[in-house]
């Protein structure tokens, strides 16, 4: 069981003719033979909303088509995945979320308003990014027929293979678990069995029993491994500074300096740690005061604790050392807060400002 849901959801995605639906066809029958069903499905789907949207792909473009899409995987998770992963079925997608990442931006649409639109997607607990050589991406597509306008444009696979690369990475971001395959030199039988490693042997429902116990709320009955992450309140009288997200996940929204805790490192040090590298402040562990915990279910597989310490002695001036990452850093007075404080992180900041005792429980109603 994954984090609160019975069933296992992974997807299946990759370059135009990179062999997605031969794919998940061989891992189904895999997955059979090893006493595993699964239920296939796939994006666009049979709804009249899918059949609508790929019989008009070729002529819709563009952010209409991003709407289009990203409506029927809406419609896709309430009718028929979401009610799948209930009953403890393995569902393998033909398409998700990294299409649109890979295909839409072909389209000319910003990925920023893609991953808003898309903000609410159910995410897989495993996605499965199939790559291999451009080269040969095109060959499997001249031998299998052009079906739609992707496969027309000869640079098509290696902008596909890039921006599939670069999708993986938001997902990872996202907390996702990603397998990329390179499919190069591997029959579809190799590519089904590394994917069906990867699926961990859970019970699911067609072989489960009916009267399994099932734990109570959201409880797994499985040991947590939340991710442990630091936040600095890092103050200059009643400012404090704050950072404006570039990355996919809270893209254009302020959080406070934060990052993940590094396997050995103690909490402080990791805070300062983080801070320097984002701002280039300096602070003594010493001087970083906990103020306020969060635990924060960020979806169903993934949950983090985040430890929230003022700093109010530190040296420097704050530089944007990440651009990449961050887009600006502002200092903000607590009277007059940023509109768009990413939610988790402003769970901490509130339970420091409001003084509404030490731990908050975010997001798990
Ligand atoms: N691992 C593989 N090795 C060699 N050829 C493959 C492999 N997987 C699929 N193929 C071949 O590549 C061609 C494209 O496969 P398939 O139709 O499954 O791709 P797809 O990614 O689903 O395509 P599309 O994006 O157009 O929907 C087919 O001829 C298929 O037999
Ligand atoms: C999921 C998804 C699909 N599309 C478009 C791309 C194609 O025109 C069809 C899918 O057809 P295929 O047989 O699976 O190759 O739908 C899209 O543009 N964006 C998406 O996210």
Same mark, same amino acid.
């Given at each position: ?52 949207? /790929?019989?008009? !792909?070729?002529? $819709?473009?563009? @952010?209409? #088509? &991003? ?5 029927? *995987? ?118 089904? /069995?590394?994917? !069906?490693?990867? $699926?961990?042997? @859970?019970? #699911? &429902? ?5 009267? *399994? ?153």
């Amino acid at each position: 069981m994954t984090g609160g849901r019975p069933g296992w959801f992974v997807t299946i995605d990759g370059p135009s003719g990179v062999g997605k639906s031969t794919t998940v066809q061989t891992l189904h029958d895999h997955l059979a033979a090893r006493g595993r069903p699964a239920r296939r499905t796939l994006e666009p789907t049979g709804s009249d909303l899918g059949q609508f949207t /790929r019989s008009h !792909a070729n002529q $819709i473009h563009g @952010l209409a #088509l &991003a709407c289009l899409v990203a409506a029927n *995987r809406y419609e896709h998770i309430d009718t028929e995945i979401e009610p799948a992963l209930q009953a403890g079925q393995l569902i393998i997608s033909d398409r998700y979320l990294p299409s649109t990442l890979v295909l839409q931006q072909l389209d000319g649409v910003p990925l920023d308003f893609l991953l808003t639109l898309n903000r609410h997607v159910l995410l897989p607990d495993l996605a499965v990014i199939l790559t291999a050589d451009p080269s040969l991406i095109a060959q499997r597509i001249a031998t299998r027929g052009i079906t739609h306008r992707w496969h027309l444009d000869p640079t098509g696979p290696s902008r596909e293979v890039d921006l599939y690369a670069d999708a993986a990475s938001h997902l990872l971001a996202m907390g996702v678990e990603v397998l990329l395959l390179d499919t190069s030199n591997a029959t579809p039988s190799d590519v089904a /069995r590394r994917i !069906a490693d990867a $699926i961990p042997a @859970l019970p #699911l &429902a067609s072989n489960a029993s009916p009267t *399994r116990p099932t734990p109570p709320g959201n409880m797994s009955g499985q040991p947590a491994q939340p991710v442990i992450d630091t936040h600095v309140i890092l103050r200059d009288g009643d400012k404090i500074l704050f950072s404006q997200r570039g990355g996919p996940y809270g893209h254009g929204r302020w959080h406070m300096p934060s990052g993940k805790l590094d396997h050995g490192e103690p909490l402080t040090d990791g805070a300062a740690r983080e801070l320097l590298e984002e701002t280039g402040i300096t602070v003594d562990p010493a001087h970083l005061r906990l103020v306020h915990v969060v635990h924060h279910r960020q979806n169903t597989q993934v949950e983090r604790i985040g430890f929230f310490f003022e700093a109010t002695t530190w040296e420097g001036i704050p530089v944007n050392k990440e651009p990449d990452k961050c887009l600006a850093l502002e200092w903000f007075t607590v009277h007059d807060l940023p509109n768009d404080i990413i939610e988790y992180p402003q769970a901490g900041l509130l339970g420091y400002l409001n003084d509404t005792g030490t731990l908050a429980e975010h997001n798990w109603k």
